[in-house]
């Protein structure tokens, strides 16, 4: 039986946060700062994972700089991304979503202090029901960060929808049994959200607004 949408997740950066970009030029530099290899195509693939699971994937020669590295990224990030804001129409969906008794939330590959941070920049820690990060919990795309949502909301999976712009979003829905929706602005290309079944992929704000608007008038299936 098909159950009526009652929580909407979606992944911050890429999805609902214009920050690919800021993401992209900060990986670069720090990877420049301590002489390692590194293209905008392999720093952009990695957004979405958590920051130690970024450092093994895109300097695994290295790991001892770890640390180092996500550090001058991090201070760099945050420098230089205070002007950085939503999608255009993100702020317009969220209100409407929030107006019609849906419960909101975020599951993130970023830092609890990141987050924290463009929650404040947003002004929309009001807006969303709990909020998950990778600091705190395990990284996409295992599905810990959403059973920790739904155990928190007291909503099933099949009654939620994840909302993100790469694999590990849609994939971290598949192992937990949950519906789907990829966006194809942020990320990770349409051929590669396909292979995880989303209900749809969404080409910009609107179409993504306007699918999860028809999806809570949708009548309960037996």
């Avoid at 905008?40 to 020669?61: M, N, R, T, W, Y």
């Avoid at 129409?89 to 909101?104: A, T």
């Avoid at 993130?108 to 998950?132: P, W």
Wanted: charged content about 20%.
């Amino acid at each position: 039986m098909q159950k009526p949408v009652k929580l909407i997740i979606f992944d911050w950066d890429g999805t609902l946060f214009d920050s690919v970009g800021q993401i992209v030029a900060s990986l670069l530099v720090a990877a420049k700062e301590f002489e390692q290899p590194l293209t905008a195509d392999a720093a952009k693939s990695i957004i979405g994972l958590g920051l130690p699971e970024v450092a093994q994937v895109l300097f695994p020669q290295v790991p001892e700089l770890h640390t180092e590295i996500l550090k001058c990224y991090g201070d760099h990030y945050v420098e230089h991304s205070k002007d950085d804001l939503w999608f255009a129409g993100v702020s317009e969906m969220l209100h409407d979503l929030k107006n019609q008794n849906i419960k909101l939330a975020v599951a993130t590959g970023k830092s609890r202090r990141g987050l924290d941070r463009v929650l404040a920049q947003t002004q929309s820690q009001n807006l969303f029901e709990i909020t998950r990060a990778a600091s705190e919990t395990k990284s996409k795309p295992d599905p810990l960060m959403l059973a920790e949502i739904l155990d928190y909301t007291g909503i099933q999976a099949e009654q939620a929808i994840m909302v993100g712009d790469t694999s590990y979003d849609l994939e971290m829905a598949q192992n937990i049994a949950m519906p789907r929706v990829g966006v194809s602005y942020g990320v990770h290309a349409i051929d590669v959200l396909q292979r995880f079944n989303p209900l749809t992929i969404a080409d910009n704000v609107d179409h993504l607004h306007q699918f999860l608007a028809q999806q809570l008038k949708a009548p309960e299936v037996a």
